[in-house]
């Protein structure tokens, strides 16, 4: 059975940083791509970044560009969201997702329905 758990969210100021975690279990996790991504309240899930199975390749969105550092240790089994400089926006919950497909990347990796895996979530609150 595989479990996806997230971890790391909190509240914090308006530029600050959180760091979170995703830990995932039950699966060949070094053999697939992982993604975040978030919601808002009232708002549609968006992608936040994604990272390929081997960490050769990282992607974000523009809202996160230049603030967000997506990376992998595939020795624990476990994907991280390093969030520097959060804004009032950045406010959602945050979701760890594992892709469907092994060793394989294309261009839907911002696509929410690529990942096969979701966990649970945690809230990331930045006041202004």
């Known amino acids: 059975q595989v479990q996806v758990v997230e971890s790391g969210g909190g509240l914090v100021q308006t530029g600050g940083s959180l760091r979170l975690s995703c830990a995932a279990s039950g699966r060949s996790f070094s053999k697939y791509d992982m993604g975040w991504f978030r919601q808002a309240p009232g708002k549609d899930r968006d992608f936040v970044s994604g990272i390929t199975w081997n960490g050769m390749m990282t992607f974000y969105a523009d809202t996160v560009k230049g603030r967000f550092t997506i990376s992998r240790d595939n020795a624990k089994n476990t994907v991280y969201l390093q969030m520097n400089s959060l804004i009032p926006e950045d406010t959602a919950v945050y979701y760890c997702?594992?892709?469907?497909?092994?060793?394989?990347?294309?261009?839907?990796?911002?696509?929410?329905?690529?990942?096969?895996?979701w966990g649970q979530g945690t809230q990331v609150t930045v006041s202004s």
């Open positions: 997702a594992i892709r469907g497909v092994p060793y394989y990347t294309d261009s839907y990796y911002s696509a929410g329905d690529q990942y096969a895996y």
